[in-house]
């Protein structure tokens, strides 16, 4: 029963042929294929975080963008508005100016003219007064002379009193 | 008593051999079970070395069994 | 062999002559007169199966697997992590070969349930023996699994290392460790043969006793469980062995 015979190399023999055709056929092969599987599944998990990435760096640089252009619009009504109080008082000082000068005008005006009917109410004055003089004289005093004589008289009253 | 029935005497005593290594296989597994009590969580490598010993401790019940059969079918 | 004849052997003599190894027949080569016996004819038998199974199953692989492709992925990275797990540093080198053993042992331990049954007391056809009843089979097994074991350790330890190793971890342990390389594959050998063998007869006597309705339930742990379970002792103990010696 317990015969050594050639058997004993003949499954030698095969066992090692076994081997080296399962390796080929099944553990290499299937090793492989796992191998190539899980390679295979980690770049797509790469390129899906990658693709991600990139989805998120736009949303950034969006939101960034957007932010800014806030920023900017708030900028540009705070301009405006910055540039519209200027102008306004700008515009209100030049207003204010303009009325003054016009003011001031109106008031040398009037004043001249004032100073003006003042001259020539005294001129008048003057000529009634020597008229009046010459009426009560009951002689012409006609004489440019006399005239200037009152004025001056007149004047001298004036700036007497005005003093 | 002749060769033959001697042979069969003798492969009749050489079968005795299963009963060490019954009570082998049983002290080892019990104490497995008791392993596994306490320690649940290392399950696997008690499995491990229950395998292991009852494997050395089933080899003597089967040198018995050879020598038996060697008795036995000569 | 005909009804009438087997009528009239003893139970003792139908077991003698079913677990005998029979030469098929001799190839003249080499001068050599080379016996093929009916277990190296089944041996070669499961190889075809193993390999046209392997081959089939790994023909069309698809990157969505199927259900049997998703069976066949879970066994081949079982028996990688396997190896890995148990011989940490070069496990993966060795899967292919524990799982080929495995892959064969079981095969050959459990083939012998699919005899055909003649049932009602027919002779069947033929009868599937299993072909590790053979202890020049087992032997081939260890012998194979026992040169690995060395050949690893000479490849992974240095030869310097592989003899420092006899005389460790005390010089007195020389014998014993010496004594260890040759225990070893007997034992390894002897398991399998015993075992198998064991329970074959047992079937033998089973149906000799009770050829109706018993064999089938008795068959079930004996041609199922235990040829499963002297694989896996096997195979498991080959990888310690072999982890022992590389570690």
């Known amino acids: 029963m317990l015969r050594f015979t050639v058997t004993f190399f003949i499954t030698i023999a095969n066992l090692f042929v076994l081997y080296w055709i399962l390796r080929k056929v099944l553990w290499d092969r299937v090793a492989s294929f796992l191998d190539e599987r899980s390679r295979k599944v980690r770049g797509e998990l790469e390129d899906a975080a990658s693709a991600k990435a990139r989805a998120d760096e736009l949303k950034d640089r969006y939101e960034a963008l957007l932010a800014n252009a806030e920023n900017e619009a708030e900028w540009v009504v705070k301009d405006a508005e910055d540039r519209g109080r200027a102008e306004y008082r700008r515009i209100v000082a030049e207003a204010e100016a303009q009325a003054d000068g016009i003011r001031r005008r109106a008031e040398e005006r009037a004043s001249f003219e004032l100073r003006r009917a003042r001259e020539e109410l005294a001129g008048e004055v003057a000529r009634l007064a020597v008229a009046a003089a010459a009426r009560i004289a009951g002689r012409s005093l006609g004489g440019a002379d006399d005239a200037a004589e009152a004025e001056a008289f007149i004047r001298a009253a004036e700036s007497g009193r005005g003093r | 008593m002749d060769v033959s029935s001697a042979a069969l005497l003798g492969a009749g005593i050489a079968v005795l051999s299963g009963i060490g290594a019954g009570v082998g296989i049983g002290i080892v597994s019990g104490k497995t079970v008791e392993a596994i009590a306490r320690q649940p969580e290392a399950q696997g490598k008690f499995t491990g070395i229950f395998i292991i010993g009852a494997a050395l401790a089933e080899s003597t019940a089967i040198y018995g069994l050879v020598v038996s059969l060697l008795l036995l079918f000569r | ?247």
């Open chain 3, 1 to 247: 062999m005909s009804e009438a004849v087997r009528e009239t052997m003893t139970v003792s003599e139908r077991i003698t002559e079913s677990i005998a190894v029979k030469t098929v027949f001799t190839i003249h080569a080499f001068g050599l007169e080379i016996a093929i016996s009916d277990t190296v004819v089944m041996t070669w038998i499961v190889m075809a199966i193993l390999i046209a199974l392997s081959a089939a199953a790994t023909r069309r692989m698809k990157m969505v697997p199927g259900r049997g492709q998703a069976a066949l992925e879970a066994f081949v990275t079982f028996v990688y992590d396997f190896a890995e797990e148990n011989i940490h540093h070069h496990g993966r080198k060795y899967a292919a070969f524990l799982g080929t053993v495995f892959l064969f042992l079981v095969t050959a331990n459990v083939i012998p349930a699919f005899t055909p049954d003649g049932g009602f007391g027919f002779e069947p056809h033929f009868t599937i023996k299993p072909l590790t009843r053979d202890i020049n089979v087992t032997a081939a097994f260890a012998a194979v699994t026992i040169v690995t074991v060395l050949v690893s350790k000479i490849r992974y330890k240095g030869v310097g290392g592989f003899f420092r190793s006899f005389v460790q971890p005390m010089p007195f342990m020389l014998p014993f460790n010496i004594m260890e390389y040759a225990i070893r594959p007997t034992s390894l050998a002897l398991r399998l043969f015993g075992n198998m063998l064991g329970g074959y007869i047992i079937m033998l006597l089973v149906e000799a006793v009770m050829p109706l309705v018993l064999p089938p339930v008795v068959g079930l742990y004996f041609d199922f469980f235990d040829g499963l379970l002297q694989a896996v002792v096997f195979t498991y103990l080959s990888t310690v062995f072999i982890a022992e010696a590389i570690e």
